[in-house]
């Protein structure tokens, strides 16, 4: 079974902080890793995708992937009340496998 | 223009009844797909159709049945409604299925909150 792991939080950091999100998975053939932003009663919106390990910076987020520890995280620099959602890691397995989700993390950014 | 669309938004309905929920894409993607979202907030994927063939089928009860007639709409039908049933479905296409690329990010509608009472 493929698995992808998130703490479900909530996390609380204020205002101007760096936020920190961070997801495991359990398939090592993965190649491509989706955050997505769910605000609440909204559908979730697609905020970023990496698929090289590194860094990958847009805007105030950077999204980083550790193939070889199997870990993908977002972080949210100069954190806005208005980023307070909960996100979402999605996975693509190998093989013929549709996107996996986490549970998804709940970021509280207080003013 | 909204890119997924579905209908209807909320659906409030009593056990033992059929109902049915609708979607649509003008993206030209390739692969559509429903997904349940429960109350602790845990997406799972239910099918996925692509070019109009059913491509994944999880561990749904036989009382779902999606419906692909053109690659631009997958529509679901569920029989009589449980009371487990209650939750947001979502549908969502992508360009492409299977590739292990980023065109197979998805992009999701609105969202139907099903209640069944």
């Known amino acids: 079974q493929k698995e992808v792991e998130q703490n479900s939080g909530p996390l609380s950091v204020p205002e101007g902080a760096i936020a920190s999100l961070n997801c495991t998975y359990s398939d090592r053939g993965s190649q491509s890793f989706f955050w997505y932003r769910q605000y609440s009663g909204k559908s979730p919106e697609l905020i970023m995708f990496i698929y090289s390990n590194g860094d990958k910076e847009d805007g105030r987020f950077t999204a980083q992937l550790n193939k070889a520890s199997q870990y993908v995280s977002l972080l949210i620099r100069d954190s806005q009340p208005s980023d307070s959602a909960t996100y979402l890691c999605a996975v693509n397995g190998s093989g013929n496998t549709p996107l996996v989700f986490g549970k998804g993390t709940r970021l509280s950014v207080i003013a | 223009d909204t890119a997924v669309s579905q209908t209807p938004k909320y659906l409030v309905t009593q056990m033992g009844n059929d109902k049915s929920i609708k979607c649509e894409q003008n993206l030209g993607h390739d692969t559509m797909y429903w997904y349940k979202q429960d109350s602790k907030k845990f997406l799972k994927i239910m099918f996925s159709y692509n070019n109009k063939e059913l491509i994944i089928n999880e561990t749904v009860p036989n009382r779902f049945s999606p419906k692909s007639p053109d690659k631009a709409h997958l529509n679901l039908h569920i029989n009589s409604l449980e009371l487990g049933d209650s939750a947001v479905y979502f549908c969502?296409?992508?360009?492409?299925?299977?590739?292990?690329?980023?065109?197979?990010?998805?992009?999701f509608g609105s969202g139907t909150q099903l209640s069944v009472l």
């Open positions: 969502a296409s992508s360009q492409e299925y299977g590739t292990g690329g980023t065109n197979e990010k998805l992009f």
